[in-house]
């Protein structure tokens, strides 16, 4: 069964850095884009970079120039390096991914568990 594993997450200082991972567990048999999300409690999931197949890639104006979002296609793995985080950075960060399990069934979307991001002032 495909599963979307992430780590990296924890307690950091302002100013300092994080990198992010989400491997996709279980066979796949194509894997498109990949996305990163956060989440406060009490507001909605919103997006912070996406992926593309060929590396093409999207960022919120929030993290453009300090988060750099990259994969590597051959270990089915995404990753969100965060710079300079700031405490308005804290939240639950979750990746997704479209996956095509087998060559006959479609793309569907799997999200991760999440792993909480906490930035200290």
């Known amino acids: 069964q495909v599963q979307l594993v992430e780590s990296g997450g924890g307690l950091v200082q302002a100013g300092g850095s994080l990198r992010l991972s989400c491997v996709v567990s279980?066979?796949?048999?194509?894997?498109?884009?990949m996305d990163w999300f956060r989440q406060i409690p009490g507001k909605e999931r919103e997006l912070v970079a996406a992926?593309?197949?060929?590396?093409?890639?999207n960022y919120a104006a929030s993290v453009k120039g300090r988060f750099t979002i990259s994969r590597d296609n051959a270990k089915n793995t995404t990753y969100l390096q965060m710079n300079n985080l700031k405490p308005e950075d804290t939240a639950v960060y979750y990746c997704?991914?479209?996956?095509?399990?087998?060559?006959?069934?479609?793309?569907?979307?799997?999200w991760g568990q999440g792993t909480q991001v906490t930035v200290s002032s």
């Open positions: 992926i593309t197949a060929d590396h093409n890639t």
């Open positions: 997704n991914a479209r996956i095509r399990e087998h060559s006959y069934t479609n793309y569907r979307l799997y």
């Open positions: 279980g066979h796949a048999f194509a894997v498109t884009a």
